[in-house]
């Protein structure tokens, strides 16, 4: 599964732990099945937008609310994925990055 997922169930597993409810507590009010909770939670299960409501209701939370990612992880992400991309660059590439960089920020 890719990161969007992983980053997603760690979301789901961050609320639900802060609410005090164990998987098979969210399971049951989302009215899923814990097995498939738990690969949720671990970004290894598909999951649509039907089961992130329930989940979010589950939580007591809108779904808007499930989705926002933590803006701290956002950055540092944001930040490595920056670097490997410059890392990949060709020296006309940095260049261009380099001009493009502090038209915009300075």
């Known amino acids: 599964m890719d990161d969007l997922a992983k980053r997603l169930g760690g979301r789901i597993r961050k609320l639900r732990k802060s609410r005090g409810q164990?998987?098979?507590q969210l399971a049951q009010e989302a009215g899923v099945s814990d097995k498939y909770l738990s690969e949720?939670?671990?970004?290894?299960s598909k999951v649509s937008v039907?089961?992130?409501?329930?989940v979010a209701s589950g939580l007591n939370v809108?779904?808007?609310?499930l989705l926002a990612m933590d803006?701290?992880?956002?950055?540092?992400?944001?930040?490595?994925y920056l670097v490997r991309l410059i890392r990949?660059?060709?020296?006309?590439?940095?260049?261009?990055?380099?001009?493009?960089?502090?038209?915009?920020?300075?």
């Open 88 to 106: 990949g660059a060709s020296d006309e590439q940095l260049v261009m990055l380099q001009r493009v960089v502090r038209a915009i920020l300075v």
């Open 22 to 24: 164990t998987q098979e």
């Open 50 to 54: 039907e089961v992130l409501d329930k």
């Open 71 to 80: 803006l701290e992880e956002d950055r540092k992400q944001m930040e490595d």
């Open 62 to 65: 809108e779904l808007r609310d």
């Open 40 to 44: 949720v939670e671990r970004g290894v």
